[in-house]
């Protein structure tokens, strides 16, 4: 829409249409009038008009005709009626084949500008939630997902028919093999696309503050909460909320989630009160959470109202059929990021050996490594000698290959305590989990 709106002025007295035209123009629109339907119509074709204010009874072609044919050429762009008291039923009917508003004679001039300018600023933002919504369905959407295999061609699928879902859903999978980006994808293909999308891992966010992070608090609940504070949840409102490393989330706030996403409101800490929201729960978890259940860390209920819908990841070695048309989707992404890079592609050798890596850290691996090499690269194309030893020599990439001075049992435990913890992307409880410690020893060997 131009710095200054173009409206059409229709009325059969042509001297009440200019002097419309003219109380516009000196505020800030340009304004055109005519004394005839036929001719604003003609003048709608035409084209460049953002605004029509039409009079409702008019010879031959009247204001109902005007907004029909403004409706067809451009169903969103604004139409206020103006009408005699005596034809308020005809109003009326035109608001609801689709006019803004409409406007009793004899009006304010003042009220017409009011009712134009809210018209205007609703299209504006309608044209930019859409957008939005183009910008984010090239970015994240369903596409975004990359590869052919025939897993991912069945993930992609799977998102699209689940994104207008009320349901919550579950996705699964390693650590790196994309359920951020699964997430985003299904928010962006869904109705909510123009809503916001809001984020938070669980595992990141001491058990002491995530319930008042999540749900929020109001002023005084507790020492520092200086006012009050709406949470993230409620920041979701009208769009998404991903809740990353669902499985890290204690019992205790699992069970007011779980209250949360079956009554549609959330109690602030320290609240008194329920507050409505609505945002569309997505859940992502590289934990077993039946096995969970099973040992008392994770409600049943819970888990059977987050996984009405369950989309399981693979990792990267599970589908190495797709890693060159990865490899090239993440050059172009990280080229976008290094522009000075003189690093263009990957080598037939060195595309090989990428292959054949078991990539433990999955697409997010993968993603490093390349950001090394377009750091430092100095030619075109990327080269076995580019790759980093762990993918060039599989030995090395391997922890239980014993090789080089003996160590002792001590540094031992430290080095493979810091690489567990590398692996499940500085998670420490999901780290002694898989080493079998608890997680005050696994701090003691990383000491």
Request: contains cysteine; hydrophobic residues 45%; charged residues 25%.
């Amino acid at each position: 829409m131009p710095d200054r709106a173009h409206i059409l002025i229709v009325d059969d007295n042509l001297e009440m249409a200019r002097t419309l035209a003219d109380g516009l123009s000196d505020n800030g629109y340009d304004a055109t009038a005519v004394s005839a339907g036929g001719e604003a119509i003609v003048r709608l074709e035409a084209g460049g008009i953002d605004a029509v204010v039409t009079d409702l009874r008019m010879p031959n072609i009247d204001g109902l005709a005007v907004l029909e044919a403004s409706r067809r050429l451009d169903p969103a762009r604004p139409v206020i009626i103006m009408t005699a008291f005596s034809a308020i039923d005809t109003a009326v009917e035109s608001i609801r084949r689709g006019a803004n508003h409409y406007l009793t004679k004899p009006f304010k001039q003042d009220e017409l500008y009011i009712f134009l300018g809210r018209a205007l600023e609703e299209v504006r933002l309608r044209r930019e939630a859409a957008a939005l919504k183009r910008e984010l369905g090239g970015r994240f959407a369903a596409r975004a997902i990359v590869g052919e295999s025939t897993a991912i061609r069945a993930i992609r699928e799977l998102v699209v028919r689940v994104a207008d879902a009320p349901a919550p859903v579950l996705i699964r999978g390693e650590t790196g093999t994309g359920k951020g980006l699964v997430a985003r994808a299904i928010h962006a293909e869904s109705g909510r696309a123009a809503g916001p999308f809001v984020s938070i891992n669980c595992a990141a966010i001491p058990e002491g503050l995530l319930e008042s992070e999540l749900f929020g608090y109001v002023r005084g609940a507790f020492t520092g909460a200086a006012r009050d504070h709406g949470g993230l949840y409620a920041e979701a409102r009208g769009g998404t909320l991903f809740l990353d490393e669902i499985g890290e989330m204690v019992p205790a706030l699992q069970a007011k989630l779980l209250h949360v996403i079956e009554s549609g409101s959330v109690r602030p800490v320290g609240g008194t009160r329920e507050v409505p929201v609505d945002a569309r729960i997505l859940a992502a978890t590289n934990r077993n959470l039946a096995a969970a259940v099973r040992d008392g860390k994770f409600r049943e209920d819970l888990l059977y109202r987050l996984d009405v819908v369950s989309i399981a990841l693979p990792a990267l070695r599970d589908r190495r059929e797709d890693l060159p048309q990865l490899a090239a989707h993440l050059l172009t992404e990280l080229r976008g990021r290094y522009p000075n890079s003189p690093v263009e592609r990957v080598g037939a050798e060195a595309l090989a050996l990428l292959a054949r890596h078991a990539w433990p850290g999955n697409v997010r691996e993968l993603s490093h490594v390349l950001e090394r090499i377009v750091l430092l690269g100095r030619r075109p194309e990327i080269g076995v000698d580019d790759l980093p030893d762990s993918v060039r020599d599989p030995a090395a990439a391997d922890p239980l290959e014993f090789r080089g001075e003996i160590l002792p049992i001590r540094e031992l435990q430290r080095r493979y305590a810091a690489w567990a913890l590398t692996q499940t992307g500085g998670h420490r409880a999901q780290a002694a989990e898989k080493l079998g410690i608890d997680v005050k020893t696994l701090r003691g060997w990383l000491e």
